[in-house]
């Protein structure tokens, strides 16, 4: 079965990032010259998907005006003849079928996955984390989409991470039947060093089955009373459903951690041939000093 539908979690509070997330969406902090959310957007039309769920919380509503068109800002670029910028506000404005759906409370991930329920109505969707950026020829998620494919059921983006980092992650005790792919026998998340029965994670891409709701459903609130999307994954586990980890190929960024929005704005800058030799001299010139 094809998936067609994205859900796009974006109603956390950003506090790895604060003082700046206290007035900006953290998905909406610039990467160059786009905010991190448009680069997860792409991923998914880049996938094949034509129908993307934002879920949204207080003070994200600078998500939707992004992704809306703006007659008044067209308008002026027209006037003044800057067509080349005129086309890339139009076709953000154009980009997909975009709705949002706004999360009251920041209950965690697997609250915020409940929300798109209605949404998804009853098809199998991919979630893609607003904080998290992948870059590769093959989009991550449309990697996952295709062991989807095979075999219908839920598929986790997974990918080796140090030791001492697996207690920020959901982490997977798996069998690799396959190079880069595990058949998931038990999640545990965001387990110490020592309880870590692997250093595996799980890295902000999904493709879920509507069978996650009632899930979601029967998890009991952990710490802060937020509801953790890996809690249900466990409790299908626990039914008999099989879950696989996909490695996902490409250079990941986590855009929500001060040093991974650094990294991303320098390698992504570096990518873009109007920067990337002014960079590399400016780099190379406090290189020394450093």
């Known amino acids: 079965m094809k998936v067609k539908k994205a859900v796009i979690p974006a109603a956390g509070l950003g506090t790895r990032l604060l003082p700046i997330t206290k007035s900006m969406p953290k998905e909406m902090l610039p990467i160059v010259d786009k905010p991190v959310i448009h680069y997860v957007v792409e991923e998914a039309i880049k996938a094949g998907i034509d129908d993307i769920l934002i879920i949204t919380g207080k003070g994200k509503r600078a998500i939707e005006d992004y992704f809306d068109r703006s007659f008044e800002l067209e308008y002026y670029l027209r006037e003044r003849g800057k067509l080349e910028e005129l086309k890339q506000i139009e076709e953000i404005g154009e980009m ?3 709705y949002y759906v706004r999360q009251k409370k920041p209950l965690g991930l697997g609250d915020a996955i409940l929300h798109a329920e209605k949404h998804v109505n009853g098809e199998p969707f991919a979630v893609l984390l607003g904080d998290d950026i992948v870059i590769d ?3 991550a998620i449309k990697q996952l989409m295709e062991i989807f494919e095979r075999f219908n059921t839920p598929v986790l983006g997974v990918e080796k991470v140090s030791w001492e980092n697996v207690r920020r992650y959901g982490i997977v005790d798996g069998r690799e039947i396959q190079k880069g792919l595990y058949e998931v026998k038990d999640l545990i998340e965001k387990p110490s060093k020592e309880e870590a029965p692997s250093n595996i994670a799980i890295v902000g891409r999904y493709v879920l089955t509507p ?3 009632d899930a979601l459903r029967e998890v009991k609130p952990g710490k802060g009373g937020e509801i953790q999307l890996t809690d249900a994954l466990r409790i299908l586990l626990n039914k008999g459903t099989e879950i696989y980890g ?4 490409g250079r990941r ?3 929500g951690d001060k040093f991974g929005f ?3 704005n320098i390698e992504l800058a570096l990518k873009r041939e109007e920067l990337k030799l002014k960079l ?3 780099l190379i010139s406090i290189g020394g000093k450093i």
Request: glycine share 0%; hydrophobic share 35%; charged share 45%.
């Open 280 to 282: 590399e001299e400016y």
């Open 253 to 255: 960024y986590d855009v």
């Open 96 to 98: 997909i079928d975009i």
């Open 246 to 249: 996909k490695k996902v190929e």
């Open 211 to 213: 069978e996650i709701f």
């Open 137 to 139: 020829k093959n989009p």
């Open 262 to 264: 650094i990294k991303a």
